[in-house]
């Protein structure tokens, strides 16, 4: 009520997430004293911040959907989709490179869409309307392809991913940033970011207040799909080639890095902090795990029970207010 | 004194665990370090997994690739920041991009199946094709391989083909479901020896292996255990060992600044019940 | 005086370094009615939850017979015979009513612990014998989810009472029912003292304190301010112990100029629900709508609101007939409605009091569709003052409020909107007499402004003292209207009552 | 409201499931008509429930899990590690039969009841510790074998999946029906399955109701451990090798299965016959698509398609009430 219980509130509220942020600092601290020579250098933290990028736009589009009340399990398969289209567009002196690019995102905007679609006027639970999906678009980037990589890409195609910005900083790392940014500022700060809260909190009392839930909805699967789309196309412009069996379970990460950070699984709440966040443990531990060479099925075990256990200290955290 | 490092695609089946053996073993054998990094079948965390150990700092890399073209940019990185290439089993898109290649020519291994295969069945009838998961090099260099020489036979003509990603149980329900449909055939042909061997369940089940021969690839134990009783008709080694020892002997070499050769090809061996003993452990 | 059953001594509890409950001691005997009233936010809630296990306290003993007792989930004060019908329904949707009646408690055919064989048949012989001993028509093999808000409070009720429990909390039992079953369950309760039960009961509505009550016992502030037997407490001693101050004239109906039909309702028809609905609303006016549970009352408003679709008949607004098939289009031609069923359709519990608030009214705190953020906290800030919202912040989860004080929320967030023409449904469950009296306030403020009223209310004094017109439903059909000098509790019942049975339209 | 609107009432209830079973005839209808002398064989219509067994078999576990308001990613993994260790212990002249039976089921009770223990008491959303505990099964399964099958077993270990009952009905199926059957038996007639129901339904009303819901939950993800170690005994007896790398996204197919079925996302409602509709419906377009040979790429746009239009019938049939 008066500005100083309002703050008051307000730093409770925030503390109340910052748990998995402590648990993420955890886990550096961990790792920094295991591999003080080589996990703690600038070098690598770049290289983590870049191998965090894409599954970190998946993930940033998958909070939009679970903060619907949805669940987008396409995105995999848009991956594949999108960066088999982008590959086939990108071979040397055919297109020019919005081509590719343009068209990537396009296609993950589509599937989307249509997935928005189905979910608003179908009623059809997200879970299966996007299992039908990802089995679908699987299917369009193997035909897209023909089964096989495509491959010969332009450089200028090879530099989107690849390229640097001020010699150090991986264009991935800025996508990474700006779609962060932008999804921040479209969630905390717009009417429609508003809306995704309500329609995932009570659909019921949204539509009462005079929302068009069937609009939120389809807005949050087309950005999902229009993110997919984009890490398609960078991921085919990493790897050099567009692979249709590329981007297998990346749903299973995206939505793991948005749960991890307290984005929950029934709608309604989440931060995109939180997200981010999630998406750097994710990324941490499988860097921090291969400099230590442990090997790859204890690697396993490991990730298993540092997701349980971030999560844990995340939620004990708030328990305790 | 820095660490090799050896980035593999997987390490879920017999064949990659050979071949991490080999090499794991071959680099205690010439006292030097190896990191494994296993991809998990994603070949953009392969890529992830490159940067991270050239950031890391490393002797030398040997490599069998996710992905055909995807790690190219970053071993050439390697190469430039002066650290030697081998790529072992699978080829690159891109030859240049490492200093050797160590494996077998997939599509000989496929020929080398088929033409079995295509004579043990005299020539004629029907057969069916289990392949890897489409767009692996595998799956397609061994599957080139089994219409080349089908070429050669025309009676012989594919009834079904279709993909089970390498995996056992997969195969066996679709080879269940190809035989209800009551098509005659002679034999079914299979891109390893994990999906032949679903095969071979589904086929014993509908008791039917007097009248179809199955052929597998790797030479897996349990595929050597099925063609000694009998039940297997033939799988092909790719003498994964040989590789994998090849492969790390080479990159050592490369390393002291020796010359060697820019492709070493490792032979297949056609394993039938008549010589199955020699490779039996 | 019968013996004490339950005790508790010096109990305190604090949300979030605020204390709610600051040494309560508090007593119940068997047989006996003892209420608990306190304004919105006092307490009362929090004090029962604790009795029953549901929240731990900080501070405190409690005792049952005498014995000192630890609950630590309410399964342990269930099984020391003590139940609850909570101030929040929350059924569970998808089971039927007989089952829901049994739930923790199923009644088996073979004992064989969890596994032991429930007695669906006997359960719903069960249950429909006890819906008969009550007089209540609810069908034991109806999902919970096809119940009205109503309907789901008796079987609550029902469920509570048929736990043969020695000791019932009853938290606002009665908020979303009408007189008729009011009084059914005052006959149970008396029922229930003979048989030396103690009720604990929590209303803000003075008359049935006043008609069940044995003792009464004052909270404000999570203080403990007095406990008296009834008979040594007037309505405004109550009051005025409750809220601090004198509150004088329940009803403070103001004489506003009636002036020209904002909204008209033509032979709206929907089936099954309600039928050939006709009625005219005033500038200025506020019009009541009386009926008994289930006349249709919400299902006509929710369909003039465009939450559902009419099989017939129109809607004028301001003399135009306008479509209105979603709420948005409702929210643009200036109406609000307050549905009754705030924890389903009022509000998100999931997010702020300050973001429940602007919900309806985004579009209009936006530029280019982002937010103005501070124009918004004003706007929450400004609401959360008139209508004494207690809450620690307008940052505060809304969950975290007390009933009466999220009700507020609900008034809130529709005043923002600036409407024309206000529907409210129920709009005062749960709400304290003291912010009765502000709304009522409000209301008339607003009526004075030109603002149109349209108000459902099972409290018939409530309606006859703020209505100018009153409208009555039964059985989906309106069957009377009263102008203010014919209003009396005897005609609105006789309308409400008369029942010509809605026959299936095919 | 009247009598007669009440039983009328109870039996639109029981229509409204009648949905998905339409759909579930209407693609037998389809495939009968498209391959009247493959499809339609008694033969193959056993083996279509023997291929609907295994999924059938964890879409039960499952469904139990779902009702209560769960999930439970980590059957595929447990699939595979209970089908490592039995097929360890079903070495010829090693263990009795009953050894691998035993610890198999065991491997998969105790996963399930770690699972339950960390979702009642570490008040996790159970997606994150399921997706823990799938990634560090699977990591304990590829550790057991060494990363590679477990082959030679003996015949009776064969034959536990691969036998048969009256020459002519598989043990599978046998399996798949008894498990049906007593899933059914307690999930509709036992305190215990009602209890499962009210957890999903309202967790807090079925805490103030008396129930522990705590055990209610470790319940729930015991019988989908459980079940999950049978399936994984049967995978291996059926492939004749316990494989670390088997099950991959089984559970997925469950989560399908039981949510064709009408088993809701958000807990508290779903029937068991449902259930095995949706397995069934899953397996019968394999099995069809596979017989009518058609390419596997377009196999996964139909199985996809399939899917959402099934349950969108489904959903239309129950809206036209
Ligand atoms: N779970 C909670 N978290 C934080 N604060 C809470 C919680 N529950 C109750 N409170 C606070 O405790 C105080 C007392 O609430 P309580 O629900 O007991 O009031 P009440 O007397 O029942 O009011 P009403 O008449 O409106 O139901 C309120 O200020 C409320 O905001
Ligand atoms: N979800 C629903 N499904 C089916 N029937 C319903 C549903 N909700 C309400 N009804 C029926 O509609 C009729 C009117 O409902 P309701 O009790 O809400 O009327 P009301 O006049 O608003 O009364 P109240 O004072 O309880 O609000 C009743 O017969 C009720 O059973
Ligand atoms: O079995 C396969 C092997 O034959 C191939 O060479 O690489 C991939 C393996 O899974
Ligand atoms: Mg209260
Ligand atoms: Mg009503």
């Known amino acids: 009520m008066t500005k100083n219980n309002a703050s008051k509130q307000a730093r409770l509220n925030s503390f109340r997430e910052l748990g998995i942020v402590a648990a993420f600092f955890l886990i550096l601290a961990v790792l920094v004293i295991l591999s003080p020579n080589s996990f703690a250098r600038p070098t690598n933290l770049i290289n983590i911040l870049k191998q965090a990028s894409i599954n970190g736009i998946l993930a940033t589009g998958m909070m939009f959907v679970i903060i619907s009340g949805g669940i987008d399990l396409s995105v995999g398969s848009t991956v594949a989709l999108a960066g088999v289209i982008a590959a086939t567009y990108a071979h040397p002196g055919e297109y020019p490179l919005v081509v590719p690019i343009a068209l990537s995102m396009l296609v993950g905007l589509a599937a989307g869409i249509a997935n928005g679609l189905i979910v608003a006027f179908g009623n059809i639970p997200p879970f299966i309307v996007s299992l039908g999906s990802m089995t679908i678009i699987r299917g369009l980037a193997l035909i897209a392809s023909n089964g096989q990589p495509v491959f010969n890409v332009t450089k200028a195609f090879e530099n989107i991913a690849g390229g640097f910005v001020l010699q150090y900083i991986p264009h991935l790392v800025i996508f990474f940033l700006s779609v962060t940014a932008i999804s921040a500022f479209v969630l905390t700060r717009t009417v429609f970011g508003r809306r995704v809260y309500a329609v995932g909190g009570n659909e019921a009392t949204a539509k009462v207040s005079g929302i068009n839930v069937n609009m939120i909805k389809i807005g949050v699967y087309s950005i999902s799909g229009f993110l997919a789309g984009l890490a398609g196309l960078l991921l085919a412009s990493r790897i050099v080639s567009g692979n249709p069996t590329a981007g297998q379970s990346y749903e299973l990460d995206a939505i793991a890095a948005a749960v991890i950070g307290g984005v929950s699984m029934t709608g309604g709440a989440g931060k995109w902090y939180g997200t981010v966040i999630g998406a750097l443990i994710i990324a941490v531990i499988g860097n921090g795990l291969d400099i230590l060479n442990v090997s790859s099925h204890f690697q396993l075990i490991i990730k298993g029970t540092i997701i349980i256990v971030a999560v844990l200290l995340d939620v004990k955290g708030k328990g305790n207010q | ?281 | 005086m019968s013996k004490t059953i339950l005790e508790t001594q010096h109990i305190t509890k604090s949300f979030f370094g605020v204390k709610v409950l600051d040494d309560i001691s508090f007593s119940l005997a068997s047989g006996e009615v003892h209420a608990l009233i306190g304004e919105n936010g006092a307490g009362k809630s929090t004090l029962v939850k604790i009795i029953m296990g549901i929240y731990q306290r900080d501070e405190g003993r409690i005792f049952l017979d005498s014995e000192e007792v630890f609950f630590q989930a309410p399964r342990d004060a269930l099984q020391h015979g003590i139940s609850i019908i909570q101030q929040e329904l929350a059924p569970i949707m998808d089971i039927d009513v007989a089952e829901y009646l049994y739930v923790g408690r199923e009644l088996h055919k073979l004992e064989l612990g969890p596994l032991s064989v429930v007695d669906q048949r006997r359960q719903r012989a069960e249950a429909k014998a006890l819906f008969e001993g009550l007089d209540i028509d609810i069908n034991p093999r109806s999902l919970m989810r096809d119940l009205s808000v109503a309907q789901m409070q008796l079987v609550e009720i029902t469920k509570a009472i048929s736990l043969s429990s020695k000791i019932i909390i009853m938290d606002e039992p009665t908020s979303a029912i009408t007189y008729k079953e009011v009084e059914t369950l005052f006959e149970q309760i008396r029922k229930l003292k003979k048989r030396g039960v103690g009720v604990i009961y929590i209303s803000h509505k003075m008359e049935e304190i006043f008609t069940i009550a044995d003792r009464i016992t004052v909270l404000r502030d999570g203080k403990h301010i007095g406990t008296d037997l009834a008979e040594n407490f007037t309505v405004d001693k109550a009051i005025k112990m409750m809220v601090g101050r004198e509150i004088k004239e329940v009803y403070p109906k103001q004489k506003v100029a009636i002036g020209e039909p904002v909204l008209e309702v033509q032979h709206l028809s929907s089936k099954h629900q309600f039928h050939d609905i006709n009625f005219c609303l005033r500038k200025g006016e506020i019009l009541g709508i009386a009926g008994l549970v289930g006349a249709g009352r919400s299902e006509l408003v929710e369909c003039i609101f465009g939450i559902t679709k009419a099989d017939e008949g129109r809607v004028l607004v301001h003399g135009q007939a306008v479509q209105i098939n979603h709420p948005k289009t409702a929210i643009r031609q200036r109406v609000a409605l307050i549905t009754e069923d705030r924890g389903h359709t009022g509000l998100n519990l999931k997010t702020s009091v300050e973001h429940n608030i602007s919900l309806a009214h985004l579009e209009r705190l936006a530029r280019f569709g982002v937010i103005d953020r501070r124009t918004e906290a004003k706007a929450a800030d400004s609401h959360i003052n008139q209508l004494k919202i207690k809450a620690l912040s307008r940052k505060s989860l809304v969950r975290s409020l007390s009933g009466g004080n999220q009700q507020k929320v609900v008034l809130a967030k529709w005043l923002l909107t600036e409407p024309d023409i206000i529907i409210l449904d129920e709009p005062t469950r749960g709400i304290d007499v003291g912010s009765k009296r502000d709304i009522y306030l409000l209301m008339g403020e607003l009526a004075k402004a030109g603002k149109a009223i349209l108000m459902i209310s099972s409290e018939i004094p409530e309606l006859m003292g703020l209505s100018d017109r009153i409208i009555v439903l039964a059985a989906g059909r309106l069957t009377g209207e009263l102008p203010q000098e014919k209003f009396t509790q005897e005609e609105i019942m006789t309308y409400a009552s008369k029942f010509e049975v809605l026959h299936d339209e095919k």
Request: glycine content about 8%; charged content about 20%.
């Open chain 2, 1 to 281: 004194n820095k660490p090799y490092a050896f980035f593999i695609s997987h390490q879920t089946n017999a064949f990659t665990n050979e071949l991490t053996t080999a090499i794991t073993t071959k680099a205690a054998e010439l006292g030097v370090e190896v990191t494994v990094y296993d991809a998990e079948k994603d070949p953009a965390k392969q890529v992830s997994q490159i940067e991270t150990a050239v950031n890391q700092g490393i002797a030398g890399i040997v490599i069998e690739p996710v992905s055909v073209d995807g790690v190219v940019p970053a071993l050439e990185a390697a190469k430039a920041a002066g650290i030697p290439v081998v790529v072992v089993n699978q080829r690159i898109s891109k030859a240049e991009a490492a200093d050797c290649f160590v494996g077998v020519e997939n599509v000989d291994g496929g020929k080398l199946e088929m033409l079995t295969a295509a004579e043990d069945i005299g020539g004629s009838g029907n057969v069916a094709f289990l392949l890897g998961p489409l767009g692996s090099d595998a799956q397609i260099g061994r599957t080139d391989g089994y219409y080349e020489v089908l070429k050669d036979y025309p009676d012989i003509s594919v009834a079904f083909e279709q993909t089970a990603n390498w995996v056992t149980e997969e195969a066996l329900a679709l080879v269940e479901n190809w035989l209800q449909t009551g098509t005659d055939l002679k034999a079914i042909v299979a891109n390893n020896d994990g999906m032949a061997l679903g095969a071979l369940k589904a086929v014993e089940d509908a008791k039917l292996l007097d009248q179809i021969k199955i052929y597998g690839l790797d030479a897996t134990p349990d595929a050597l255990a099925a063609v000694a009783d009998g039940r297997l008709t033939a799988t092909i080694s790719q003498n994964t060992t040989v590789q994998g020892t090849t492969a790390m002997d080479t990159v050592v070499k490369l390393a002291k600044g020796e010359k060697v050769d820019p492709e070493i090809l490792v032979d297949f061996v056609l394993i039938t019940k008549d010589n199955v003993n020699d490779f039996l452990q």
